[in-house]
């Protein structure tokens, strides 16, 4: 089945050591996007690839940075976690063009900051 | 800035109860709007969208949605439901951009058997 795979689930760092999530998709899809998730509050947009055109939301930490490498692989490096950083990451794709706005989504990557 | 709230935060109901969980939306322009469902352990899927048309929208496991403009509200329903449909649900907009989803904090629903 076509999909959004992100690894580690979960992922454990210490604070300020650099850590990088990743993401890949077997859809084909020209959109990836990274969404933040803290307990009990909803999911927010960090950043997204429209291809290879990288678009940061406004209000996203320069800690955070992305790579694209392919059309199947996006990459969300946290520079310097720190305690606030803890949080489910999300990865989901959408494409672009057909008027299809739908997002699929990974299961996530649960990340710990000791 | 454009913002999707959820009403409730906990909904705790018996199997074959009716379901109704409550999404208004703040932006007035053109809207995309969707349903999205957490089940434990596993990646939010897709409940059911709308983007025109006919405001009662059809979803998958029986749910459906109706897009009411005039009072900027997209509320979950289902008539009847299961133990299974245990998750959280999100409702969302599209950005006025249309590049991102504005998410709602979510509500947990929990279906006893």
């Known amino acids: 089945d076509a999909m959004v795979i992100q690894n580690p689930r979960y992922q454990v760092t210490q604070f300020g050591k650099p850590v990088t999530l990743s993401c890949s998709q077997t859809l084909n899809h020209n959109v990836m996007y990274w969404y933040q998730q803290k307990s009990s509050q909803a999911p927010k947009l960090l950043f997204h690839y429209y291809d290879k055109d990288f678009n940061n939301e406004a209000d996203t930490p320069d800690n955070f940075q992305s790579r694209r490498p392919n059309t199947s692989f996006c990459f969300l490096d946290i520079r310097s976690p720190g305690l606030g950083d803890a949080a489910m990451y999300l990865c989901?794709?959408?494409?672009?063009?057909?008027?299809?706005?739908?997002?699929?989504f990974g299961p996530g990557t649960r990340l710990t900051v000791t | 800035a454009q913002s999707v709230s959820q009403h409730n935060h906990h909904v705790i109901l018996s199997e074959a109860a009716s379901l109704e969980l409550g999404c208004n939306y703040s932006?007035?322009?053109?809207?995309?709007l969707f349903w999205y469902v957490q089940y434990p352990g596993q990646h939010l899927q897709l409940l059911l969208k709308y983007f025109s048309g006919d405001p009662l929208v059809k979803g998958i496991k029986g749910f459906e949605a109706e897009f009411i403009k005039s009072k900027f509200s997209f509320n979950l329903r289902k008539p009847s439901v299961q133990w299974s449909d245990t998750a959280e649900y999100f409702c969302?907009?599209?950005?006025?951009?249309?590049?991102?989803?504005?998410f709602g904090k979510g509500t947990t629903l929990s279906v006893s058997s």
């Open positions: 989901a794709t959408s494409r672009e063009g057909t008027g299809d706005y739908e997002q699929y």
């Open positions: 969302a907009s599209l950005n006025q951009a249309g590049t991102a989803l504005i």
């Open positions: 932006y007035g322009g053109t809207v995309n």
